[in-house]
């Protein structure tokens, strides 16, 4: 059962911080008793007393056994009603639902209460035209490719066993057992098998291997060496010594690197570090841009938008980054928000100046956008989840694309200056 009540000038607006409104609505004994009537009707359909069948309580006892509900009901009446006036008196553009806040309830005489709405941010954008930005471009040398070609044999490279009766040296790896002692006694937990050690390299244990260096598979050596806030003794046996082969630029090379010269292996390394270093000057303008943006363009945004924002960046984060990274959800939620709020404000700001701009995403680009991900799909089943999930998030497609052309629409009418690092 709906009804219209009748709030002429009942309905204030107590006040607004950024794009929250709170407005407060009065009901008078009269609307009060047309709600309250309402409720009690309402709620006979579904109550039920010992001797009355459902739908045939009396309206009186209702509303003297079940006083709470009768409340709820008339609360619910009365703040649906008022909603559409509210909507449309303010010109609201609400992004959630609305929140009710600071009921006053009195019976057959007055109702006072407050509605929060969280409504999307409205501007007028600007300084979106000859952004300045800087283009910072950088030559690929032929020191950088060489350096790339050398990472790349060092992570191909390999351990073989050293010479027979050959002593540890710093070019060396050794694999080693260790106990650790703490006053003549050994440490529980403190003894290590099978440890690699790099002798090149500082150790986690200060002195292991300057102790190990000129020891032969066999044998052992004992140490003393600081380890947190203690002084302790360590006695080490080394089981293997092992060098590093790091492969040559070979024949062998070149062929797993798929080409047949060093000349064509250079070239294909120098066009990967240019197409990398295109795509982070790239990024960088458009941050540049976005950062701009931003900037001239100040707004407030909705509350429960950028929680719900920064929560799945959490749950994101959580996704990709290992364990051992992971720190209290608070914390993370703190470290987080400013990214939920830059995303939202760019997201505002990008398609008011479509808006402006009139840049729409085609019914024919979206049915071009979505035979690109049948292209990478194989069996009928996953082409049929494929067009079945696109079909749900369309919209959301839609807006991407839309955010996408604004885009480019910025970086074209910037002024770029071009550098050279």
Request: charged share 30%; aromatic share 6%.
């Given at each position: 059962?709906?009804?219209?009540?009748?709030?002429?000038?009942?309905?204030?607006?107590?006040?607004?911080?950024?794009?929250?409104?709170?407005?407060g609505?009065?009901?008078?004994?009269?609307?009060?008793?047309?709600?309250s009537?309402?409720?009690?009707?309402?709620?006979?359909?579904?109550?039920?007393?010992?001797?009355?069948?459902?739908?045939?309580?009396?309206?009186?006892?209702?509303?003297e056994?079940?006083?709470?509900?009768?409340?709820?009901?008339?609360?619910?009446?009365?703040?649906?009603?008022?909603l559409?006036?509210?909507?449309?008196?303010?010109?609201?553009?609400?992004?959630?639902?609305?929140?009710?806040?600071?009921?006053?309830?009195?019976?057959?005489?007055?109702?006072?209460?407050?509605?929060?709405?969280?409504?999307?941010?409205?501007?007028?954008?600007?300084g979106?035209?000859?952004?300045?930005?800087?283009?910072?471009?950088?030559?690929?040398?032929?020191?950088?490719?060489?350096?790339y070609?050398?990472?790349?044999?060092?992570?191909?490279?390999?351990?073989?066993p050293?010479?027979?009766g050959?002593?540890?040296?710093?070019?060396?790896?050794?694999?080693?057992?260790?106990?650790?002692?703490?006053?003549?006694?050994?440490?529980?937990?403190?003894?290590?098998?099978?440890?690699?050690?790099?002798?090149?390299?500082?150790?986690?244990?200060?002195?292991?291997?300057?102790?190990?260096v000129?020891?032969?598979?066999?044998?052992?050596?004992?140490?003393?060496?600081?380890?947190?806030?203690?002084?302790?003794?360590?006695?080490?046996?080394?089981?293997?010594?092992?060098?590093?082969?790091?492969?040559?630029?070979?024949?062998?090379?070149?062929?797993?690197?798929?080409?047949?010269?060093?000349?064509?292996?250079?070239?294909?390394?120098?066009?990967?570090?240019?197409?990398g270093?295109?795509?982070?000057?790239e990024?960088?303008?458009?941050?540049?841009l976005?950062?701009?943006?931003?900037?001239?363009n100040?707004?407030?945004?909705?509350?429960?938008?950028?929680?719900?924002?920064?929560?799945?960046?959490?749950?994101?984060?959580?996704?990709?980054?290992?364990?051992?990274?992971?720190?209290?959800?608070?914390?993370?939620?703190?470290?987080?928000?400013?990214?939920?709020?830059?995303?939202?404000?760019?997201?505002?700001?990008?398609?008011?100046?479509?808006?402006?701009?009139?840049?729409?995403?085609?019914?024919?680009?979206?049915?071009?956008?979505?035979?690109?991900?049948?292209?990478?799909?194989?069996?009928?089943?996953?082409?049929?989840?494929?067009?079945?999930?696109?079909?749900?998030?369309?919209e959301?497609?839609?807006?991407?694309m839309?955010?996408?052309?604004?885009?480019?629409?910025?970086k074209?009418?910037?002024?770029?200056?071009?550098?050279?690092?």
């Amino acid at each position: 059962m709906n009804i219209a009540l009748s709030f002429g000038d009942k309905i204030k607006k107590v006040k607004q911080e950024g794009c929250v409104h709170v407005f407060g609505v009065n009901l008078d004994s009269k609307s009060l008793a047309e709600a309250s009537q309402a409720a009690l009707v309402r709620l006979q359909s579904v109550v039920s007393l010992p001797g009355f069948r459902v739908g045939k309580v009396p309206l009186a006892m209702i509303s003297e056994q079940f006083p709470s509900m009768v409340k709820d009901e008339v609360l619910d009446i009365a703040a649906k009603s008022s909603l559409p006036e509210i909507v449309k008196a303010s010109q609201l553009n609400p992004v959630v639902a609305p929140l009710l806040k600071n009921v006053s309830y009195e019976p057959s005489k007055s109702l006072y209460f407050e509605l929060q709405f969280e409504c999307s941010p409205s501007i007028e954008p600007k300084g979106y035209e000859k952004i300045p930005a800087v283009r910072k471009e950088h030559k690929i040398t032929d020191a950088e490719v060489g350096k790339y070609i050398t990472q790349v044999r060092e992570y191909n490279a390999y351990l073989k066993p050293a010479a027979e009766g050959e002593a540890a040296s710093k070019n060396h790896f050794v694999i080693v057992d260790y106990d650790t002692f703490e006053n003549g006694v050994p440490v529980p937990d403190g003894a290590v098998k099978g440890e690699i050690v790099d002798l090149s390299s500082p150790q986690t244990i200060a002195g292991l291997a300057d102790a190990v260096v000129g020891a032969k598979k066999g044998e052992s050596r004992e140490f003393d060496a600081p380890f947190g806030d203690k002084k302790m003794h360590f006695k080490v046996t080394v089981g293997e010594i092992k060098l590093k082969v790091v492969p040559e630029l070979d024949e062998n090379f070149l062929k797993e690197a798929g080409v047949k010269t060093v000349e064509e292996l250079n070239a294909n390394v120098r066009k990967l570090l240019e197409q990398g270093a295109a795509e982070k000057t790239e990024k960088d303008v458009l941050s540049q841009l976005e950062e701009a943006l931003i900037k001239n363009n100040p707004l407030a945004l909705p509350p429960t938008l950028v929680k719900e924002e920064t929560e799945e960046l959490l749950e994101l984060f959580k996704k990709r980054a290992p364990a051992e990274q992971h720190l209290p959800d608070e914390s993370m939620l703190e470290r987080l928000r400013p990214v939920a709020e830059r995303n939202l404000s760019l997201t505002y700001i990008l398609h008011h100046i479509a808006r402006k701009e009139n840049i729409q995403a085609t019914d024919a680009e979206l049915d071009a956008e979505l035979e690109k991900v049948m292209a990478r799909l194989n069996t009928d089943e996953e082409k049929a989840r494929g067009r079945e999930l696109f079909e749900k998030r369309k919209e959301y497609v839609r807006a991407s694309m839309v955010e996408n052309k604004t885009m480019t629409l910025v970086k074209e009418k910037a002024v770029v200056k071009v550098e050279q690092v």
